[in-house]
């Protein structure tokens, strides 16, 4: 006999009368396809009656039905939403009552703001000067190149 014959899922389910229950057994003893099949199901149904049993809902809730939404009151004692209420009130809080602003801090800062402009007008100060320097010196390597240049053109005519 092919293994098609046998129902093995009735025989797991326990449907089967003794004879046939009989014949899937010895078939499943000697074809090892079966046997795995077999094991398979069992597994299935052990994993299965260790499913905690529900009551079967006694109503279709559909998608507009207004019946299990929250009143509003019901919201506020929501955790999620208190939490939030206290971080925002938090917010507001740490808003308006901030203390103002050091007045030493401020000192400190226009203090820090004149030193940056007295370092930044003596840096440029430097650098002017340095580009005068640089200036000169390049004139002067000029006059004495043109100076050479003209001796040099002067011993070659002679």
Not at 95 to 116: G, K, T, W
Request: glycine share 2%; with cysteine; proline share 4%.
């Amino acid at each position: 006999m092919s293994c098609e014959s046998y129902d093995l899922k009735a025989y797991a389910l326990g449907e089967l009368d003794r004879p046939a229950r009989r014949d899937a057994e010895s078939h499943a003893a000697t074809c090892g396809s079966c046997r795995e099949e077999m094991a398979a199901l069992r597994l299935t149904l052990d994993s299965l009656s260790t499913l905690r049993e529900e009551e079967i809902p006694r109503r279709i809730a559909f998608v507009s039905d207004k019946v299990f939404q929250p009143r509003w009151w019901q919201r506020l004692f929501n955790p999620n939403f208190a939490a939030a209420c206290v971080i925002a009130a938090a917010i507001l809080v740490h808003a308006f009552a901030r203390p103002s602003e050091n007045p030493a801090a401020l000192n400190q800062a226009v203090v820090q703001a004149q030193i940056d402009a007295a370092v930044n007008k003596a840096v440029a100060q430097v650098e002017a000067r340095h580009a005068e320097e640089t200036e000169m010196i390049f004139s002067e390597y000029d006059k004495r190149f043109a100076q050479m240049y003209r001796t040099a053109a002067g011993l070659v005519r002679q």
